[in-house]
């Protein structure tokens, strides 16, 4: 019996050192919307143990919102490097079809004529000489 009467204080010691958890949820519902605006609630015994926690919450909103601008201005760097892109396709495809039209043996006949060199467009075709190699 007596072990069993030891057994019963020490309960009654914890259930006064700790409270439980309805007495918790009972602390936290009672919060009122001007205790919460004003932040009372922070002040209370249950809350003041979780401050750690709290502060990592924190930590990591900051984190987000800090992520979700740096996200937003990289897309809108790379949409404006892709325009750039697209530009820069479209040029080189006109300044590939100038060159190709540029290089017609018609063109350059009309420059070289313009350029006063009196050049004329052969008749026969060009021969290949072959040459004997010498030792």
């Not at 700790?18 to 949820?25: A, H, P, R």
């Not at 932040?39 to 502060?55: C, D, N, Y």
């Amino acid at each position: 019996m007596r072990l069993f009467k030891f057994g019963n204080k020490k309960s009654q010691k914890e259930e006064r050192d700790f409270l439980s958890g309805q007495e918790e949820f009972k602390e936290l519902k009672g919060i009122s919307f001007k205790e919460l605006l004003y932040g009372r609630f922070l002040a209370e015994k249950s809350v003041g143990q979780h401050w750690g926690f709290l502060a990592f919450l924190v930590f990591l909103g900051v984190l987000y919102i800090g992520n979700s601008y740096q996200m937003e201005h990289h897309l809108d760097r790379q949409a404006d490097l892709l325009h750039e892109l697209k530009e820069l396709k479209y040029e080189a495809i006109t300044t590939s079809s100038e060159l190709m039209n540029m290089s017609k043996q018609s063109e350059v006949m009309e420059r070289v004529n313009n350029a006063g060199i009196e050049l004329e467009v052969l008749k026969t075709p060009p021969r290949k000489l072959e040459v004997e190699k010498l030792d």
